[in-house]
C-alpha cells in the first residue's frame, strides 16, 4: 500500500495520522523514546521483547551520503494498517542527513527518504522482502537489498538512492493504547459510519504542545480504510485513506479536544480540507471518544 498522505517530515500530521511520532499530511501523533545510533554491524538475532523502552539499529548502503547509521527519532509498534499490523519508524541517515521513515510488515519493508516539507518535500520510495522475525508487538529484524519504488511526477531533487538497509528493531515494553473513538460522515470513499478497530494510540510532545494521534481502522461504504484522528489544543484533525487516495479534515475550537493525562476526549465536527480559495468541499465529518496513549514521544 502506498501511503499517499504521510510526508516524511515529521510533523505532528504524520505522526498520528500523522502524522504522527512518525505518521502520515497526516497527521501528531507512552515510555519515551530514545534516539540510537545504529551501527553498520551486521543485524543482531532476531529481537525479543524486553522490559525497557523500544530501541533499533539500522544501517544504509546507498549514494549520496546514505551509506552508514540511522539515528532514531520514532519507533511506533503494533500499528494498524490496510495489509496488518506494522512497525512504524522515523529517524535520520547519520547525524544531519535525509529523514529515514520505514514501514515494516511481515516479509515486506518499505523506506522513504526525503527533506522538507509541503511544496519543498523531496522524496524518494523503496521496497524489499527481507523482514524476519516479525512480530508488530515485539520486532523484526530487516536484511533486505531495496528497489525503487517513487511515483513518477515526484520531486527527488538531490536526494541518493538507497540499496540495501539491515538491522533491527526491539519493540520493548511499549504498549498499542485505547481508544473508543467513533468517526461519522461522508468522504468520497462512502459514508463512515462506526468505531476504529484495531487502534494504535499514542502521544508526542514537541515543545510545550501535546498530540494525541489515533490510528484505526474502518470502513467507508464497502472500502476499507486506515483513518489517523489526531487532536491537540484547539485542534482536531482526520486523515482517511484508501490504498491510492486519501483526504484529510480539520476543526478548530477550544471544546473540540480536552487533554488528559496519557491522552483526550474529543468530540466536534470537521470540514474537509480544500486549497485556499477553492469550492468548500460537500464532505464532513463527527468525531466523538476517547483515547489512552500506549507511547509517547518527545521531540
Known amino acids: 500500500m502506498r501511503r499517499?498522505?504521510?510526508s516524511l517530515i515529521l510533523t505532528p500530521a504524520l505522526i498520528g495520522g500523522c502524522a504522527a511520532a512518525?505518521?502520515?499530511t497526516p497527521s501528531p501523533t507512552p515510555q519515551a523514546?530514545?534516539?540510537t545510533l545504529a551501527t553498520a554491524s551486521a543485524p543482531a538475532a532476531t529481537p525479543v521483547a524486553s522490559k525497557g523502552p523500544p530501541v533499533a539499529q539500522f544501517a544504509l548502503v546507498g549514494t549520496a551520503g546514505l551509506t552508514g547509521p540511522v539515528t532514531t527519532t520514532t519507533i511506533l509498534c503494533d500499528r494498524p494498517s490496510l495489509d496488518g499490523p506494522e512497525i512504524f519508524y522515523t529517524g535520520q541517515a547519520g547525524t544531519d542527513g535525509p529523514s529515514i521513515v520505514i514501514f515494516l510488515r511481515a516479509g515486506f519493508a518499505e523506506v522513504r527518504v526525503g527533506t522538507g516539507s509541503a511544496s519543498t518535500l523531496r522524496e524518494r520510495d523503496f521496497t524489499g522482502t527481507g523482514v524476519t522475525g516479525f512480530d508488530a508487538a515485539t520486532g523484526a529484524q530487516l536484511d533486505t537489498t531495496l528497489t525503487e519504488t517513487t511515483a513518477a511526477g515526484t520531486a527527488t531533487g538531490t536526494l541518493g538512492a538507497l540499496t540495501s538497509i539491515s538491522g533491527s528493531i526491539d519493540c520493548g515494553n511499549q504498549q498499542a493504547g485505547t481508544a473508543n473513538v467513533v468517526?461519522?460522515?461522508s468522504t468520497p470513499f462512502g459514508q463512515l459510519a462506526g468505531a476504529l478497530t484495531g487502534v494504535e494510540v499514542d502521544c508526542t510532545i514537541v515543545g510545550s504542545a501535546e498530540y494525541v494521534g489515533v490510528v484505526g481502522l474502518s470502513t467507508a461504504g464497502t472500502t476499507p480504510v486506515l483513518l489517523f484522528v489526531t487532536g491537540s489544543t484547539g485542534l482536531l484533525t482526520v486523515t482517511v485513506e484508501t490504498r491510492d487516495a486519501g483526504l484529510g479534515f480539520q476543526g478548530k475550537g477550544p471544546a473540540l479536544v480536552t487533554l488528559g493525562s496519557?491522552?483526550?476526549?474529543?468530540?466536534?465536527?470537521?470540514a474537509a480540507q480544500v486549497v485556499a480559495g477553492a469550492t468548500p468541499s460537500p464532505y464532513t465529518l463527527h468525531v466523538t471518544g476517547d483515547a489512552?496513549?500506549?507511547a509517547t514521544t518527545q521531540q
Do not use: F, H, N, R
Open 4 to 6: 499517499i498522505l504521510v
Open 22 to 24: 512518525a505518521s502520515s
Open 33 to 35: 523514546t530514545p534516539s
Open 183 to 185: 468517526v461519522t460522515g
Open 262 to 270: 496519557g491522552g483526550a476526549q474529543m468530540a466536534g465536527d470537521l
Open 292 to 294: 489512552t496513549c500506549g
